[in-house]
């Protein structure tokens, strides 16, 4: 264990990445515990607010955590002590900030809404993607590149911008998690870009508009997708983050009305 410590994280320089990856993730989930318990009514924890009622959303301290973590390990070079408490604080504010996508997206207090979903997702994806980067990853596949690859540009280049270009044309068919994850694992791009586009991605919209059975296709493989993921995948995001209040006349019970 010392050894595989010493050969993947230290001699690589990646201790600051893994605290800050883990920063991340503990007060992602320090501050959905706290503030489903507000949400619940219970504990010693309430929102804060400032001078004239003014609700302090948590991105604000998330923020100013973020900037400071971010100057700190720019100052520091990336070397010494003052590099992994820059780290940490970085990892801080990002859980912080990154919880609260959804609002910053919407410019609108969705926290609890279906909307407010997007932040956990947007949180499991960061945190998968550092974590593969951590686990010895690199974009676009240049870890697969040999050492007489990444010396020679324009093989480099070229492989670069071929992998940048099959995850661009996985996101363009609506396949938006397969091409950020395809950014780092090319073979995921891969498959995302060569399968059907989504119905309502711009792909279908520019190459499908003529073909009336790629349309059809589409639209009942992404249905079919949908109901078998869907389900799965809400009941994961509502363990992780809470359950979103009921929409209007949806006939489900609503939670509290307190933000949280």
Do not use: C
Request: charged share 20%.
């Amino acid at each position: 264990m010392g050894h595989w410590w010493e050969r993947n994280i230290i001699e690589p320089g990646k201790l600051p990445l893994l605290l800050a990856l883990s920063a991340f993730v503990l007060t992602f989930l320090i501050t959905r515990l706290i503030t489903r318990l507000i949400r619940a009514g219970k504990g010693p924890f309430r929102n804060i607010s400032g001078s004239g009622g003014v609700h302090i959303h948590h991105v604000v301290p998330g923020v100013l955590l973020t900037i400071v973590g971010g100057f700190g390990s720019v100052a520091s070079d990336g070397h010494g002590f003052g590099a992994l408490i820059a780290a940490t604080l970085f990892g801080m504010g990002a859980g912080l900030v990154l919880d609260e996508f959804a609002l910053i997206l919407h410019l609108h207090d969705v926290y609890w809404s279906e909307q407010g979903r997007k932040s956990v997702e947007v949180v499991v994806l960061t945190a998968a993607l550092v974590g593969l980067v951590l686990s010895g990853f690199l974009p676009f596949g240049v870890n697969d590149l040999s050492e007489d690859e990444l010396q020679d540009r324009g093989t480099a280049m070229l492989s670069i911008g071929t992998n940048f270009l099959i995850a661009l044309i996985a996101l363009s068919k609506g396949k938006a998690r397969m091409a950020i994850f395809g950014v780092i694992v090319p073979v995921i791009a891969v498959i995302g870009a060569i399968r059907l586009a989504r119905p309502t991605s711009a792909w279908a919209r520019r190459f499908y508009r003529r073909r009336p059975r790629a349309r059809a296709k589409a639209r009942l493989r992404a249905y079919h997708h949908d109901r078998r993921w869907a389900g799965p995948s809400r009941r994961l995001q509502d363990w992780i983050g809470g359950t979103p209040d009921a929409a209007p006349g949806s006939g489900r019970e609503s939670a509290p009305a307190d933000r949280r």
